[in-house]
């Protein structure tokens, strides 16, 4: 019998690598402590920092810090019964480069300083075909990750959705972002095979058997420059994410 959730929050509560900081938390005037200290006074060391943004069960991110030892990793996401599964396979392992952040990730700008993180991860991120502005791609996030991530830092997206790759490369076309690493189908005939296709989550492995290509972005965000969301109709998934069917009768959003 799997653990109940009262008993994943307790383990969470008492997990040193987790920091929660849900919304009736967050205050204005609230002075987060680790922010521009993440380096000093949580990882002790000097090495760059990557987040995976809406980490879920965390596997992404204790993968990425198994795999890179010389940097720290941070999965952010508010489920915290579904976050437990990664912070205690890292608690166990003795993982000394890896943390976790319970809270929405609306309030990310709050929690670092600027230029004290290098790369960000999106993986298999919500698509959210009906408001551009809950995307984690969208300019409404790009001008908040401008807040605290180095100058020209990348952001690394993974979807199963053809939404949010088509909407992401209209973002970044719109914009003159540059894009340094780009597939379709990331285990399909044109995956670039310097990247690191070994590291699975939960719903890439489970997109996958469901005969889903796996799509790819790599892009660098620079912090000169107006952003403004690409004025194009895109084609609506036929699916949604979790096996849900498309919530609008409508066929293309914005």
Known sequence: MSK?????????????????????TIKEE??????????????????????ELGCGRGE????LA????????????IKGARMWTGAQDALDSGMTN??????HIEFIDRFFAPNEVSEIWLTFSDP???????????????????????DDGHIHLKTDSNFLF????????????????????????DANSSLDLSIQTYYEQMWRERGIPI??????????????EPDVEILLDEYRSYNRSKRSGSETSR
């Open 4 to 24: 109940g959730k009262l008993a994943k929050f307790a383990d969470m509560a008492a997990n040193p690598l987790v920091i929660e900081q849900p919304f009736n």
């Open 30 to 51: 609230t002075v987060f402590e680790l922010k521009g200290h993440w380096n000093d006074l949580f990882f002790h060391n000097p090495n760059p920092i990557v987040l």
């Open 60 to 63: 992404y991110t204790v993968g």
């Open 66 to 77: 198994r795999r890179y030892p010389d940097k720290n990793f941070i999965g952010v996401d």
């Open 98 to 103: 890896v943390a976790f952040l319970r809270t």
């Open 128 to 150: 959210q075909m009906k408001k551009a502005t809950k995307r984690l791609t969208s300019t409404y996030f790009l001008q908040r990750y401008r807040r605290f991530l180095v």
């Open 166 to 189: 088509t909407y992401t490369e209209e973002m970044l076309k719109a914009n003159k972002l540059p894009i340094e690493a780009r597939t379709n189908d990331l285990y399909g005939s």
């Open 215 to 228: 799509k790819y972005l790599r892009f660098r965000l620079p912090h000169e420059g107006a952003l403004t």
